[in-house]
């Protein structure tokens, strides 16, 4: 029987490049991006014979299909994060993170894929999700206040893969991340904020009075599960998932006390926020400790000692060399048009 191939697409970002870290040599792969971000040249994949790299975009559906061809399992990440997006890029976030999922979906169900595994997010819980599970409400924003588009695209992601599932007999299954962090995090987060700030001097911005509280999950924690999901798909068919580390809980405020004494010197100041902000975001993970036999390993400490180490190494790059990386990468791989 041949290797299972598996298409990853966000497969360039920071979750995606982690979770190809580790299936590598396991499965054949085809990471799929369109480079808006892109944290695979900070890896040495590319470098593998089993890895074969797709630039596209997810809203184009002749490429979905193309891609999916022979595929066995897709797993979804490719998405526009970010709370900044979300207010600058309202209407695009919607499109890629609601009709790319479609796109994929069709082309999934048309080729045969035999599961999809589709990456939510623990904002469909709205800004109170304290020891939230699976089944817990879905209480979102108003539809007036931007900040809740992200929320909404991934809601109806979810929606619309366990409906596909269930219509084309594949097996779907939806996985809510809460709040994961690691090396190689690009774009918007409060630990890459928080580090990226103290190691070039500059002080770390918290808004408001820092009392909202988050469950941090080491990226390696999550991918764990990805791939306990992958192995078992009989486990997780028709299932949502919270996957984070409910016992590694801190207000931003604490985590930015934590990476000040990791990085001596660092001012922390207080800064004004208008925007809607999400009070609590810890999960209850019963569920995946029971039926994927789930389990973070990674505490907090470790964690930002890890990232911290890394982003120290790549601050350089971070600042300066990041947009000329992605160029240099992006020539090197074959385009589908």
């Known amino acids: 029987m041949r290797n299972r191939r598996i298409l990853i697409t966000g497969g360039a970002g920071f979750i995606g490049t982690h979770l190809a870290e580790h299936l590598a040599g396991k499965y054949e792969l085809i990471l799929l991006d369109n480079f808006r971000r892109n944290s695979l040249q900070s890896t040495n994949l590319l470098e593998h014979e089993g890895i074969s790299i797709v630039e596209a975009d997810v809203l184009d559906q002749s490429a979905m299909f193309d891609v999916t061809e022979h595929v066995d399992v897709v797993v979804h990440l490719a998405a526009i994060a970010g709370v900044n997006s979300y207010y600058e890029e309202s209407l695009r976030t919607l499109q890629v993170n609601i009709l790319g999922t479609v796109n994929l979906l069709e082309a999934s169900a048309r080729r045969g894929v035999s599961q999809f595994i589709d990456f939510s997010t623990s904002e469909v819980f709205g800004p109170d999700a304290m020891w939230v599970t699976e089944e817990s409400p879905h209480g979102i924003g108003p539809v007036s206040d931007r900040r809740w588009v992200y929320a909404a695209s991934k809601l109806a992601s979810e929606h619309f893969t366990l409906r596909y599932g269930e219509q084309y007999g594949f097996s779907c299954t939806c996985v809510r991340p809460f709040n994961i962090y690691g090396p190689r995090q690009t774009g918007e987060g409060a630990i890459g ?38 192995a078992r798909p009989e486990a997780a068919v028709g299932q949502s998932f919270n996957i984070g580390n409910p016992r ?43 039926m994927l036999g789930f389990e973070p390993k990674i505490d907090l400490d470790e964690g930002l000692r890890r990232t911290l180490e890394w982003f120290s190494r790549r601050t350089s790059d971070e600042n300066c060399g990041h947009r000329s990386g992605q160029d240099g990468v992006a020539a090197r791989l074959p385009v589908r048009g």
């Not at 001012?267 to 029971?290: G, L, N």
Request: charged share 25%; aromatic share 4%; proline share 5%.
């Open 193 to 230: 904020n928080f580090l990226r700030a103290a190691l070039v001097g500059e002080p770390l911005n918290v808004y408001n009075d820092g009392s909202p509280i988050r469950a941090w999950c080491y990226v390696t924690d999550i991918v764990e599960a990805i791939a306990a999901i992958i």
């Open 248 to 290: 590694e809980i801190e207000t931003t405020l604490g985590l930015a006390r934590r990476i000040a004494r990791l990085v001596p010197g660092t001012e922390i100041c207080h800064v004004r926020m208008e925007r809607a902000e999400v009070r609590a975001r810890v999960p209850s993970i019963e569920k995946a400790q029971r």
